[in-house]
């Protein structure tokens, strides 16, 4: 049986808006998504998890299950509510609090700065399109740093790309605007420069700890051995994940790189115009960077695509309804021969090991990983109090294996954070597409452990992928 080092840690994943709920109390300030969920009217973030509440419950399952870490974000309108400006104090006090408590019970909080919850007020303004946001940001985070000092792991964001096509391509989240590449990479950019920024200061400001940045990386593999297909797997590549690792590792865009970006913007009329100056920062934060979070669920098989481009995302877990296609980046086509979840995702451990290795030989300079989410969106099923999630554990099982594969091939990571700690609520997708290792009956919010959650200790007690 296949094992881990003696000091991984194993985490769970939460994030602000996904699990605390409480959007409207205590003095905090409207993001999007309020007003966004409301007109849409299929669910809303309320209660969502009520983790504002119910965190001392959830904190206790953490130490009752060998949990080490709890994945967190601080929600950047609790602290201030029109983004900048006056200091909601019950917003800092919230944070202090559940910090302390998990200090209290043994449970260390790894924290992220942003995760998709832009305060509404800025967000209007153009969000990361528009610059003055970046000192925003950075100001909000140096406010973290000079007050949190209790925290030992920083991320400045999570998941740059999808945030970025997500708005900005596929539209699925406010300002729902579709295909339209010089916003996607403005914003990539933009976010990029800013982490550097961040990360420059907390290592000049000589902060406690360690600090990283959290990307959602998805492998890329051609759908045949078609040039045409092999070009657009490499192009798809250079856009969702050579783009933010250069940025992160590098500090500039490598040539290749930018060639293939370039190649997406002429084949859509667009072109973008980047201020060289960004990269001094970033190339001064690139050697700074203590660690990589990796967000992994999926990887894609791609084949050239040069039609106007379509799209379909499956938010309802109804099974192959999944369409992919993207003028002069490609189409996504699944493999027939691997399982998919209800959401379309493919499963493919492999894919994590692929993507370990490729990091280690393709951005040498990376240090630490920790893969801060991965998980199977499943519709669990509750019977009397008892949830058998079997296709969750052989998922985590097979992404385990993977991890452990790269560590004996010399990929340091130092720990994995499950997607999700406890159900929680999803942007896209609303209340059925569960993740947790506890399940959330969303009525009464109480806490069942699901059979994943009873394996989950077991690995996490022997470090052995049972
Ligand atoms: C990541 C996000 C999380 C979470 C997860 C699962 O992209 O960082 O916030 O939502 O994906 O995604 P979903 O809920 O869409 O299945």
Redesign the pocket.
Same mark, same amino acid.
């Given at each position: 049986m296949r094992t881990l080092p003696k000091d991984f840690i194993m985490g769970g994943a939460t994030?602000a808006y996904?699990a605390e709920g409480a959007t409207q109390i205590d003095g905090k300030g409207p993001v999007a998504w309020d007003s966004f969920l409301i007109e849409k009217g299929r669910y809303t973030a309320e209660p969502a998890s009520d983790f504002y509440h119910q965190y001392p419950v959830d904190i206790e399952l953490c130490k009752k299950f060998n949990i080490d870490s709890i994945r967190l974000s601080i929600a950047w309108s609790r602290i201030f509510p029109d983004g900048f400006g006056e200091v909601n104090q019950l917003g800092v006090d919230f944070y202090h609090s559940v910090f302390s408590e998990c200090i209290r019970n043994g449970i260390i909080p790894f924290v992220t700065i942003h995760?998709?919850d832009t305060p509404k007020n800025l967000f209007d303004k153009g969000d990361f399109l528009n610059r003055e946001n970046i000192d925003h940001f950075v100001n909000f985070a140096k406010f973290c740093f000079d007050e949190f000092k209790e925290i030992e792991y920083w991320s400045t964001f @999570?998941?740059i790309y999808?945030l970025a096509t997500n708005q900005y391509l596929t539209g699925v989240f406010p300002p729902e605007i579709k295909f339209d590449f010089e916003k996607v990479i403005m914003c990539l950019h933009n976010m990029m420069y800013a982490h550097a920024r961040v990360v420059n200061i907390f290592k000049e400001g000589n902060y406690r700890g360690k600090i990283g940045v959290?990307h959602?990386l998805e492998p890329k593999y051609p759908y045949s051995d078609k040039p045409e297909d092999i070009h657009a797997a490499k192009v798809d590549e250079a856009l969702s994940v050579r783009f933010l690792l250069d940025a992160t590792y590098l500090g500039e865009y490598s040539s290749s790189t930018w060639n293939l970006v370039q190649e997406i913007l002429y084949k859509n009329n667009m072109s973008v115009s980047i201020d060289s100056n960004d990269f001094i920062e970033m190339r001064k934060a690139s050697e700074r960077n203590d660690f990589l979070g990796i @967000?992994n669920?999926v990887s894609h098989w791609v084949k050239a695509y040069e039609e106007e481009s379509t799209l379909f995302y499956n938010t309802t877990g109804e099974k192959g309804t999944q369409v992919y296609r993207i003028k002069g980046v490609g189409e996504r086509v699944p493999r027939e021969d691997l399982p998919k979840t209800d959401?379309d995702w493919i499963i493919y451990p492999e894919g994590l090991y692929d993507l370990l290795k490729f990091i280690k030989e393709e951005y040498p300079n990376y240090k630490e990983i920790y893969i801060t989410?991965n998980?199977l969106?499943f519709k669990d099923e509750f019977t009397d109090g008892i949830i058998l999630d079997e296709p969750r554990i052989d998922y985590l099982r097979g992404n385990f294996e993977s991890i452990s594969r790269a560590i004996d091939d010399g990929v340091n990571v130092k720990g994995y954070f499950i997607?999700?700690l406890m159900d929680v609520f999803?942007?896209?997708?609303g209340y059925d597409?569960r993740?947790g290792l506890f399940y959330v009956d969303f009525e009464t919010q109480k806490r069942y452990p699901k059979e994943s959650a009873y394996w989950y200790k077991l690995v996490s007690q022997t470090k052995t992928i049972i």
């Open positions: 994030a996904q995760h998709f @999570n998941e999808p959290v959602s @967000n669920y959401w989410e998980g969106g997607w999700s999803s942007w896209v997708n597409k993740y």
